[in-house]
């Protein structure tokens, strides 16, 4: 039995008018996404699952040469107010630009796509931007990238975007405002490097799932608060020069990589002994560092250290069976390798050691690979170092009172000697080169 005629022409004209209604949407979608493009130089992208919308205030040339964006309003763009509402009108259009990106449901056993928008913003170089103003209408955003916008000042209405998973505002030397940011549960991982005018950070332990917090260069930055941030497990605040203290690092159980170098009114690392899943530690010219604490840490792997005048030989560091490479540079009076970790293989470096005359001790370390005890000015018995038969390269530069290097002949591995800057002659090496035929003897930065 064939359908009244009325039914079909409804179903006709329903069609017809969902089909203009989608063709319309499409439409608006386009005109935002060409809007966004030659008005702000929008380019779009995928890392990962996300989809990333890119403004930047610099391009390339045909010559690679990095100039100005020539887009119509990008040089004066003071907010995302306009540039958020583009964003969210573009709509699929994003996805098709992306390349047909993003996510796809299963329903009834059917696949389709689902209406995607941009995850991810990035704006970068962008001199005029001083607020984030706008950026309340991206809810889908899970991924924030700021760098080099050198006005913005704050990060107000970031706190609204309850997706948001990483944030990186970097060297954004304006910025010193942040609390929002505290508010944003799901984060996971915060990158404020560069931030030199920030002096402060919020409280962050409503932040439970924060895992990588990186500070590096926030020179204004006076004290850090990380209590209740159980599951960060890095901490970067590389050359924070005003950082006086870090609260709450004993509550960081799982924190694997500590990177405090070069703050250097730094006043105390309390807590430190109790970070028993620390690898990595990196406290070059930090005066306030306990050294037998760093002792304690029994699963450290790679330990930097610099300007400390405490450290006059390596017994602080002997049980330290985990440790792989060690780096020691302008410690004043450290005189002694005894205690050299036995578990070192892939690098020792004892750099600029006016103080250090011998290796012995460094023997401990029969498995060590790689070598350098460049700039170390008195040091002249390197005798120890023929007890290392798994070395591949050394490093003697600038030791001037190393004048004999013939213990190196039994070393069938090594193929790396730099010799630039030592008491060695170039042309006295002749017998040492025919025993040791697949050996580069560098004497570059020297007058040997």
């Known amino acids: ?56 205030g610099t391009i390339y040339d045909k010559d690679g040469n990095e100039i100005p964006n020539p887009a119509s309003k990008i040089q004066n763009l ?34 389709k796509s689902v209406n995607v928008r ?75 490097s560069g931030s030199s005018s920030l002096q402060s950070v919020p409280n962050l332990s409503g932040l439970p799932d924060l895992n990588l917090l990186y500070l590096s260069r926030c020179t204004g930055l006076k004290a850090l608060d990380v209590s209740g941030c159980a599951k960060l497990s890095q901490i970067h605040v590389e050359n924070c020069i005003a950082l006086q203290r870090i609260d709450g690092l004993a509550e960081t159980t799982n924190l694997k990589d ?29 005066d306030a560092i306990d050294l037998e604490t760093i002792g304690k840490l029994q699963n450290l792997v790679s330990l930097r250290i610099a300007g400390n005048s405490n450290l006059t030989t390596l017994a602080p560091f002997a049980a330290l069976k985990k440790l792989r490479e060690i780096h020691i540079d302008t410690c004043e009076n450290l005189a002694s390798l005894q205690g050299m970790p036995p578990g070192v293989t892939q690098f020792a470096g004892f750099r600029y050691c006016p103080k250090l005359t011998t290796l012995d001790g460094l023997e401990a370390a029969a498995g060590l690979g790689d070598l350098d005890v460049g700039g170390c000015e008195s040091l002249s018995d390197i005798s ?27 070393l069938e591995k090594v193929d790396f000697v730099r010799l630039g800057g030592t008491g060695v002659p170039e042309a006295g090496i002749g017998d040492l080169q025919k025993k040791m035929p697949d050996t580069i003897f560098d004497f570059s930065g020297g007058n040997n």
Do not use: W
């Not at 969210?88 to 993003?102: L, M, Q, V």
């Open 384 to 410: 120890a170092v023929a007890k290392l038969p798994e070395l591949l390269q050394v490093s003697f530069f600038q030791c001037p009172l190393v004048t004999d290097v013939s213990g190196l002949e039994n």
């Open 258 to 286: 500590l990177e405090a170098s070069g703050c250097h009114s730094l006043e105390h690392l309390d807590g430190l002994e109790k970070l028993a899943a620390l690898q990595l530690l990196s406290v070059k010219n930090v």
């Open 118 to 192: 941009a995850t991810g913003l990035a704006l970068m170089f962008l001199p005029g931007l001083e607020s984030l103003a706008g950026i309340e209408n991206l809810g889908d955003l899970t991924v924030l990238t700021a760098f080099n916008c050198p006005k913005l000042k704050d990060t107000r209405g970031i706190g609204t975007l309850e997706n948001l998973r990483d944030i990186g505002i970097v060297d954004c030397a304006a910025l010193t405002e942040i609390d929002e940011i505290a508010s944003i549960r799901s984060l996971e991982n915060l990158d404020l």
């Open 78 to 111: 003071k907010d995302l107010r306009k540039v958020s509402r583009l964003i969210k009108r573009a709509g699929n259009a994003i996805r098709k630009e992306a390349g047909g990106g993003g996510r796809i449901e299963a329903e009834s056993g059917v696949v």
């Open 1 to 56: 039995m064939k359908p009244p005629l009325r039914i079909v022409l409804f179903i006709l004209v329903a069609t017809v008018a969902v089909a203009l209604l989608f063709g319309q949407k499409a439409a608006r979608e386009k005109a935002a996404l060409l809007e966004l493009k030659n008005d702000y130089g929008a380019e779009i992208g995928t890392i990962a699952d996300d989809i990333i919308v890119t403004i930047s």
